[in-house]
């Protein structure tokens, strides 16, 4: 299929970002909801809501997240609660997705 190229090389234009919408009063205070298939954790700490990448930043595998860390099932690396790197071989934070207010949701921009 074609695609034309203008598409890409216009100023101004951008591929629309996909949105993963969230009841604020689902995310658990001091907890995380976790979407495994969109690879998105929405995490709330001291009443701050965040949402993490859970793509390892060693090669890529989905972490796990369990109450008092993020564990990567393929090397073991571990992250805190955070994305800061505990544990390596990875050494880089997990990434952190942009997270906008929409009234009583979250919107986590993929
Ligand atoms: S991919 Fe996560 S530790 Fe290697």
Do not use: K
Request: aromatic share 4%.
């Amino acid at each position: 299929m074609a695609v034309p190229l203008w598409r890409y090389l216009a100023p101004g234009r951008s591929r629309a970002r996909r949105v993963l919408r969230v009841p604020r009063a689902e995310i658990p205070p001091e907890g995380a909801l976790v979407f495994r298939e969109a690879r998105v954790a929405v995490m709330r700490r001291d009443g701050a809501v965040f949402a993490l990448d859970l793509a390892c930043t060693h090669l890529g595998c989905t972490v796990n997240v369990t109450s008092r860390q993020l564990v990567c099932p393929c090397h073991g690396s571990t992250f805190a609660l955070d994305g800061t790197p505990l544990t390596g071989p990875a050494t880089r934070p997990l990434g952190r997705l942009e997270v906008r207010d929409a009234d009583a949701h979250v919107e986590v921009l993929l």
